[in-house]
């Protein structure tokens, strides 16, 4: 069953890796067709996420080329494949994750598309969805915190981040905020940081050393740190013994030649999760969902948008997102 659709629409992909150069808008691409338990979805805000900037570059391989870039978008169902579930007709609005989200139209699974309660607006839902649920799973899941914990976030203002500084202050933990300006850590105070630190990145040394000082040279809990490469030799130091370094992310670059007997000493934990590891199935994603909406609708949590950009400002949003310069999330709108 379908609404009318077009044959082609707008879009952004590559045809090969490289620089922000790669990104081609384009008004020519085939519109895809939703097969077994899929949706076709008629994008109206696209949620632009660092992982984008990897299958760019090449970070993450491409499964083929030209490649729509986009993991997440929320809109309206134009058209469904055979058997998808009875809450996702055509005309519902949804929220879902999947590739190929920079463009009018997008293909997703049933199994990662959510129905939207009239209380949120589909904008809300597309900036909020998998950052939001990140940050739900990582305390949940990852190393599930509990109040009273220190835990120390990397990158605390950005699109993730803001949301463990808020879900950490409702568990009652106490956030160690780091990012790479003060007025980024004081908008991670804001949203619910306890203290802040600079990454001194000049002297790993002296950040390593104040992270101690606050937690009377315990160490933290846990750290949740998405800088990778550049940060985690100093987040490690700051571990507590049997606590957890959660590594989810490699804004700085991947972290490689790691020796498992450096965990050894204060026998740590070391995690390297993904959302989609958590949510795989509609049974896991649906709950998560539904306690998203809640805690924005009813704890007032806030889903802050640092710009909506037309699609066709695509290589703008990404150098903003790329030079560190953006907080909270940034939007397309085809
Ligand atoms: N594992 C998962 O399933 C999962 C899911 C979602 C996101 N993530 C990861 O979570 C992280 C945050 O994603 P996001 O979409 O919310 O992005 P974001 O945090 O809004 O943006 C990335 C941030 O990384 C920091 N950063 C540190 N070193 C950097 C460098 N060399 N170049 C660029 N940025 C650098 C910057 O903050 P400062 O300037 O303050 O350092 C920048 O604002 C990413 O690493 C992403 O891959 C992982």
Redesign the pocket.
Do not use: D
């Given at each position: 069953m379908a609404t009318s659709v077009p044959k082609t629409m707008k879009g952004v992909w590559i045809e090969k890796n490289g620089g922000i150069e790669e990104l081609q808008y384009r008004t020519d691409i085939p519109v895809p067709e939703p097969k077994e338990g899929q949706v076709l979805v008629k994008n109206e805000f696209i949620g632009?996420?660092?992982?984008d900037t990897?299958f760019r570059t090449g970070l993450y391989p491409a499964p083929h080329f030209p490649y729509i870039l986009g993991r997440e978008g929320a809109g309206t169902i134009a058209a469904t494949g055979p058997n998808t579930p009875s809450d996702l007709v055509p005309g519902t609005r949804v929220a879902y994750m999947a590739q190929t989200a920079y463009a009018e139209y997008t293909v997703a699974e049933a199994n990662s598309t959510v129905p939207l309660p009239e209380s949120i607006d589909t904008k809300t839902a597309a900036a909020a969805l998998?950052?939001a649920l990140?940050a739900l799973t990582l305390i949940r899941e990852s190393h599930p915190v509990k109040k009273g914990d220190w835990v120390l976030v990397?990158?605390?203002?950005?699109?993730?981040?803001l949301w463990l500084c808020q879900l950490l202050r409702a568990v009652g933990a106490r956030t160690i905020a780091?990012?790479?300006?003060e007025e980024?850590r004081q908008l991670a105070k804001a949203n619910g940081a306890e203290v802040t630190v600079e990454?001194h990145e000049e002297d790993r040394d002296k950040f390593v050393k104040e992270v101690l000082e606050i937690t009377g040279g315990e160490g933290v809990h846990v750290v949740f740190d998405?800088?990778?490469k550049?940060?985690f030799d100093a987040v490690l130091a700051t571990v507590r013994r049997k606590g957890s370094l959660v590594s989810?992310?490699?804004?700085?670059?991947a972290v490689t030649g790691f020796a498992l007997g450096r965990l050894a000493p204060k026998n740590i934990k070391l995690l390297r999760?993904?959302?989609?590891?958590y949510i795989a199935s509609r049974e896991e994603l649906l709950p998560y969902a539904d306690e998203l909406w809640n805690l924005i609708t009813k704890d007032n949590l806030t889903v802050r948008i640092h710009e909506v950009y037309p699609l066709e400002d695509v290589q703008r949003a990404t150098r903003d997102?790329?030079?560190?310069?953006?907080?909270?999330?940034?939007l397309l709108k085809p």
């Open positions: 632009i996420n660092y992982i990897y998998i950052q990140t990397t990158a605390a203002a950005g699109g993730v981040g780091t990012a790479s300006t980024k990454y998405s800088v990778g550049a940060t989810f992310g490699n804004a700085s670059g999760p993904t959302l989609f590891g997102i790329e030079s560190r310069k953006t907080t909270g999330k940034l």
